[in-house]
C-alpha cells in the first residue's frame, strides 16, 4: 500500500519529489570566488574545465564562469562574444568546435561544466548569464536553456547567478525562487534591489567607494555584498576592510594570503573610513577646514584656504593636498590642511592612513591628532599624536611623536622615533597609529618603529585617555619645516592620500 501512495504523489507532484535533495552545507566558508575560474597564476585558459578545476584545488568559495548560446541553442561558457575569433551567436557549436584553448581544450559547454562541479561539494558555481546584445527574447531564451540544464542535473544548490542584465536577472528570481542571484552593472540603489527580490549584489568595488553608504544600506536589508574584479592589494584590502561577503577577482592566491594578514582578521572592526571615491573637493561629511595665515604656532608660511579645489581636492580616488607658490593676505604660499574635528573622533584604535609625500626641501607635510575637547587644558596638556611628519631638508626620514606637557619640543623633552625609507615619495605607504588604554604604537607599513607607553603618572605624561580627531595638512617652512629654507623650485607640491581607515576592537 504504502509504494502504491508513494507512485500516486509522484504522478501528482512530479519532479517535486523527484529532484528533493539534501542540502549541502559543506561549502568553503571563505570569500574568495575566482573570476573565470584560477586561471592566471597556473597560465590556464580563463573559463576553462582546467580553470574550474583549479579553483576547486584552492578552496575557493566559488568559481564564475559565463555563457552564451550558440546560432544552434547550445549554452557555452566563454567570457566575450566571440570564441577565438569566432562569433558565437552566429555559429553552430560543430563550428566552434572548429578551434581549441590553448590548453587543447575546446570551447566548454554548460553541461560540461555542471558535470565536472557536481563531482564536488564544497565549490560554489557562480553562473553568470551575458546579455547576448540581441533583444530580450534572445536573452530569455539563454537564460531558460540555462536553468532547464541546472534543473536537469539538479544542480540547484551548487548554483548562484549573476548578470549584467537586470530583466535577466528578476527573470530568475521569478522563475527559480529559491535561487541566490546577484545584479553586476552597479546603476540600481540597494532599496529597489530588495523590493525585487535579489539576495545579493556584485558591483564593481568602485561603485561602493563612490557610494559610501552602500555597503551598510545593503547590510541593513540582507543582501550579500560581493566586489569585482579585485586584483591588487589596495582594491582587496578594501573589501576585506569594509567585510565584504565575497571577493572576486583573478588572483584569489593573493586574497587567500591577505585574508590571513588583514586588519579584520586580527581583531579589528572598521568604524569610520573616507576612500576619497568621489572627485570633487573632500566631503563635507567628512572633514572641515583650518583655514589661515598666521604662522599657526610654528612660524609656517602658507595661508591655508577654505575649500579651494586648488589646494584640496580629489581626482581618481585620491586626495590631492597642494602647495602652491601663491600670494594670499601676506603669505606667499597656499595649501590645506582638513580635520575630521566634529565629524568624527575617537578614543582608542587603529588608524591607517595610505599616502605619498610630496618632495622639495621647504615641505612639512603631516598626518597628525589633536584633542578634540582639550579637557586638560592648552596645548601641549591635552596632548598632540604625530603619527608621520616629513620634512623636506631630511629626505630619508619619517617621523613618529608624541606631545604632552612634560614631552614636548618646546622644553626639549619630546618622545619620538624616526624610520628611514627610500620610497615615500615615490610609492605609498600605509602610516599607522594602534592607540591602547596603556600605549601608543606607531608604524610604516607593518614597520613598528615608535611606541609610547602609559606611565601611569598622571595626565602631564599620559593625556591620552580622550576622544582625539585626525589632521591632514601639508605646510611650507616654519621652525621645523623651513630650518634650511624653502626652494621655490620645487611647487606646485602635492601630498597625495588613498585612503584613511579608524578600526577599533
Not at 500500500?1 to 519529489?17: D, E, N
Not at 523590493?195 to 559610501?212: E, L
Not at 602658507?302 to 580616488?317: M, P
Not at 601608543?440 to 580627531?469: C, L, V
Request: proline share 4%.
Amino acid at each position: 500500500m504504502k509504494q502504491i501512495t508513494i507512485a500516486v504523489l509522484m504522478v501528482m507532484f512530479g519532479s517535486s519529489i523527484s529532484t528533493a535533495q539534501k542540502p549541502i552545507t559543506t561549502w568553503h566558508k571563505n570569500q574568495v570566488i575566482a573570476h573565470r575560474g584560477a586561471w592566471k597564476k597556473q597560465n590556464l585558459p580563463e573559463n576553462s574545465i582546467a580553470s574550474l578545476k583549479h579553483a576547486f584545488k584552492l578552496n575557493c568559495y566559488g568559481s564564475e564562469f559565463d555563457v552564451h548560446l550558440t546560432a544552434d541553442s547550445i549554452v557555452v561558457v566563454n567570457h566575450d562574444a566571440t570564441f577565438l575569433g569566432i562569433n558565437i551567436s552566429k555559429s553552430t557549436y560543430q563550428q566552434l568546435l572548429a578551434k581549441k584553448l590553448p590548453n587543447g581544450e575546446s570551447i566548454p559547454t554548460l553541461e560540461e561544466f555542471l558535470k565536472t562541479g557536481l563531482k564536488q561539494k564544497k565549490t560554489k558555481l557562480i553562473l553568470e548569464i551575458k546579455p547576448q546584445n540581441l533583444g530580450k527574447d534572445r536573452d530569455q531564451i539563454l537564460t531558460q536553456k540555462a536553468l532547464e540544464l541546472v534543473r536537469k542535473y539538479k544542480a540547484q544548490p551548487w548554483i548562484e547567478y549573476i548578470s549584467f542584465g537586470y530583466d535577466i536577472c528578476t527573470y530568475i528570481i521569478k522563475n527559480e525562487p529559491n535561487a541566490k542571484v546577484a545584479y553586476l552593472r552597479g546603476d540600481v540603489v540597494p532599496e529597489k534591489m530588495k523590493a525585487d527580490g535579489f539576495t545579493g549584489v556584485d558591483y564593481h568595488f568602485s561603485i561602493y567607494q563612490q557610494n559610501p553608504d552602500y555597503i551598510a544600506r545593503f547590510k541593513k536589508l540582507g543582501i550579500s555584498i560581493n566586489g569585482w574584479t579585485a586584483n591588487l592589494p589596495t582594491e582587496i584590502n578594501y573589501l576585506l576592510a569594509n567585510e565584504a561577503d565575497f571577493i572576486t577577482t583573478n588572483e584569489p592566491e593573493l586574497v587567500f594570503d591577505l585574508i590571513k594578514k588583514s586588519t579584520v582578521a586580527k581583531g579589528w572592526k572598521l568604524k569610520w573610513a573616507d576612500e576619497f571615491g568621489v572627485n570633487g573637493l573632500p566631503s563635507p561629511k567628512n572633514w572641515i577646514y583650518d583655514v589661515g595665515g598666521k604662522g599657526w604656532g610654528n612660524n609656517e608660511k602658507q595661508f591655508y584656504t577654505n575649500a579651494d579645489t586648488l589646494n584640496a581636492k580629489i581626482d581618481k580616488g585620491v586626495l590631492n593636498i597642494t602647495a602652491l607658490k601663491a600670494d594670499k593676505e601676506n603669505n606667499n604660499y597656499t595649501s590645506a590642511r582638513i580635520a575630521t574635528k566634529n565629524k568624527f573622533d575617537w578614543k582608542y584604535g587603529r588608524l591607517e592612513v595610505r599616502a605619498m609625500l610630496p618632495k622639495g626641501r621647504g615641505l612639512w607635510p603631516a598626518i597628525w591628532m589633536l584633542p578634540t575637547d582639550w579637557k586638560y587644558g592648552s596645548w601641549p596638556r591635552s596632548g598632540e599624536i604625530d603619527v608621520m611628519e616629513h620634512v623636506g631638508f631630511d629626505a630619508d626620514t619619517i617621523h613618529g611623536t608624541v606631545h604632552t606637557q612634560s614631552f614636548n619640543h618646546t622644553i626639549g623633552t619630546q618622545v619620538g622615533k624616526q624610520i628611514k625609507s627610500e620610497t615615500h615619495y615615490d610609492e605609498f605607504h600605509v602610516y599607522v597609529l594602534e592607540w591602547f588604554e596603556d600605549r601608543i604604537d606607531i608604524y610604516m607599513d607593518d614597520n613598528k618603529y615608535f611606541s609610547f607607553n602609559n606611565s601611569k603618572k598622571g595626565i602631564d605624561e599620559w593625556p591620552f585617555d580622550q576622544n582625539f580627531h585626525l589632521l591632514l595638512n601639508l605646510a611650507v617652512g616654519g621652525n621645523w619645516g623651513g630650518k634650511e629654507g624653502i626652494d621655490d623650485g620645487v611647487f606646485p607640491a602635492t601630498m597625495k592620500v588613498d585612503y584613511v581607515r579608524v578600526y577599533q576592537k
